[in-house]
């Protein structure tokens, strides 16, 4: 009787740029140059698959990966988006303190060997067009902040008029994303399901329980330490020795723990086990800010159990589970 073997991986890393694709096969140290554009990617697939189990990892460069990873996922070939910071990291460890497209693409596919990365989950169409108005939305937010900040330093004159004007047009375009946003994410029975659950609790309105519902797809699905890890709200250790320092958040998804702000100073205000669990910390002598984060974090792990247990937010069990360390 045969036992089959499993045939090892072979890590690709691909450096990308706007105009550029640099690929790098670890094992054969194999390197090539692919436009990033649709006919270059054509090619980057077809040379991919003269090598066998392939697994792709590239960096999160804010939107230029995003043909090449969609595109090599439709292709059966498995593609892992990775943050760029711990990428760096494993460059300085590496001693590789050059930077050049070349090493860069050898860089990425180590991080792959090392730390065996799981494939990118790609979202629908709808998913993705969701996601990019709940984007959209975010960087109106903030250009309107910034404009409202420059008004404070204009007294009077037509520039402050002219700053009025565009905070106005800024405020009614961000009415209309709202409305879009609560549409569309009402268009499928599961996101409708899900964004009550969301809404069930006081602080969270139909935009940020929207925005959830593409930002951060994982609720229900990770444990309470895992999700609290991907939003950037799990606190690390920083121990040497007899030194104990103190723990601080690190990482994760910054967009998400923007909405979990505005939703943990709505519910500070109207979400009885939120404002007795801040109080408490309080009283105990935490600084304000550190309450906050505790506050968020804890609302991020009601809100993963209440997804993963498809149950509306109850105050008595929100209470119950506050008090869980």
Known sequence: MST???RPVEWVGIDVCKAK?????????????FENTEAGIVKLIAWLRTYENVQVVCEATGGYEAAMARQLHAASLPVSVVNPRPVRDLAR???????????????????GEVTEPA???FVSELEDELKQWVTRRQQLVEILSAEKNRRTLLLRGVARDEVNEHIEW???????????????????????????ILRSPKGIGPVISASFLVLLPELGKLNRGQIAALAGLAPFNRDSGKFRGQRKIWGGRGSVRALLYMATLSAL?????????YQHLLEKGKVKKVAIIACMRKLLICLNSMVKNNEMWDDY?????LQKP
């Open 93 to 111: 460890a590496l001693s590789k303190l050059a930077k050049t497209d070349p090493i860069d693409a050898y860089v990425i596919a180590k991080y």
């Open 170 to 196: 800024l405020e009614e375009k961000i009415k209309q994303l709202d409305g879009k946003i609560d549409t569309l994410s009402e268009s499928t029975a599961e996101w409708r399901s899900r964004k009550a």
């Open 269 to 277: 205000r109207s979400n009885p086990p939120i404002r007795l669990f």
């Open 119 to 121: 494939p990118t989950v």
């Open 4 to 6: 089959e073997v499993a």
């Open 21 to 33: 694709l640099d690929a790098y096969v670890l094992s054969k140290q194999a390197y090539r140059i």
């Open 317 to 321: 069990k929100v209470t119950a589970l």
